[in-house]
């Protein structure tokens, strides 16, 4: 008998209380005690047949696929928290990892890298130092052996991850070379790149430059090693920045 | 000096969460990157459901996923990845949601509250979940919350009351309520049965007063 008292009266009950009763909310002797009453009434039915409904429409509501300008910004946000943290790492090794993460086989392309010998250190700027007595810059013949990313022109976003990894400069060397290159497109940027790679763009060799761009927002450059210069604005292939509106 | 050599790179698409987390900690830069990726999408889904914003959303997970990838190495797998990094945009979100001074008030664009559109059967699937997506933005955000977690992204209410951090109890009568508030913006109840009982929160007063001739 305890508890038969709080059993609420009816019908007709609330909406809510119906509600209570088919989400486990009341205690389990009341619940007992009033779901055969409540369902033995057509009305009442009728609302826990309605909450069922409603149930049935929130799990039947579709994913919703992140955009691909937001996972490009926490790409970037998370390549830039990890970067400080970056330890030194041999070259080979680098590129060992960037042909894993392509799916390719490492083999070969380790023979070609360990051609290189050049050591790098990522500092937590991110910039890029090479070691004193370093070995001349790698011929540009080889960049083409990591497989560049092969891109269109309206897909530079898709990249940005990648990219943001990489602190590849490419045939394009040096950061006084890429300095040049953004002057001649009018283009002015303090510090190095957030990411530099060489890329395919359109089936032509370029090198992909990420710029800062204000909060969450990134400045993808595009440019043709072979004719960018400070002089030369036609070096720039592409200029686009992505990220939050 | 620290290299690479002897990290295990375990990027592989076979790895478990639990392996990307291990190999984070053990200095793989990309083993965070993998486990996001796996996770984004429904992650997006909570926010923006949450937050309704798509700026506000990106901004929370941004948010989110970067203190993740910092406690990530102090990680312990006494809670499943997945729990870990949902709590962490959770609760990313609901800081968001108590930070915000106003709360915007999203209309039904196409219909009223509490009038449904066309007779349910005669509406094509992805109608019907436009309109449940929007009757769900309508719900206050204590109420919307829980019934994203349990009813939309099918976490168990003991998950859930651990996600935001209220009572089991709490779970079950915000969902109770705001499935009651739901089932009549989406027209599940009908005018005779639906009665004065379920508060109208300034949303739903058209519906109430259309109802009270009951």
Sequence with gaps: MTGMERVPMGPPWSVDLIADLHAGVLPPEVAAQLRPRVEADPEAREVLQALDATLADLEALPPIPMPDHVAARIDAALAAEARPAAPVVSLDEARKRRNRRLGLGGGVLVAAAAAFGVVFAVSPGG?????????????????????????????????????????????????????????????????????????????????????P????????????????????PAGVLADTTVGQR | MITLAKVRCVTAAASSDADLISA???GDPYAFSELVKRHRDR??????????????????L????????????????E????????RIVVNACLDRMRRRQTRPTVPLPEAGPGEPVAPRDAMSDRETSLMVQQALMELPEEQRAPIVLVDVEGYSVAETAQLLGIAEGTVKSRCARGRAKLAKVLGHLRNRIADANVPADGVNVQEQRQWEGR
């Design chain 2, 43 to 60: 992650m997006w889904a909570v926010a923006l459901r949450t937050l309704r914003d798509p700026e506000e959303a990106a901004d929370a």
């Design chain 2, 79 to 86: 809670s499943q990845v997945t729990t870990w990094l949902h």
């Design chain 1, 213 to 232: 761009a204000g909060l969450g927002k990134y400045r993808l450059v595009v440019l043709d090693p072979t004719t960018c210069g400070p002089d030369q």
């Design chain 2, 62 to 77: 941004q948010e989110a996923f970067i203190s993740a990838f910092r406690a990530a190495a102090s990680f312990r797998a």
């Design chain 1, 127 to 211: 910039q890029q130092a090479n070691t004193p007595g370093d070995a001349a810059p790698a011929p540009t013949t080889n960049s083409n052996v990591s497989a560049p990313l092969s891109l269109k022109r309206d897909e530079l976003g898709s990249a940005v991850g990648e990219v943001l990894k990489a602190q590849n400069y490419g045939p394009l060397e040096t950061p006084d070379r890429l300095a040049g290159c953004l002057k001649g497109g009018g283009i002015t940027s303090s510090g190095n790149p957030l990411g530099i790679s060489p890329i395919n763009l359109e089936g032509k060799d370029a090198v992909m430059a990420i710029l």
């Design chain 2, 24 to 26: 984070h900690a053990a």
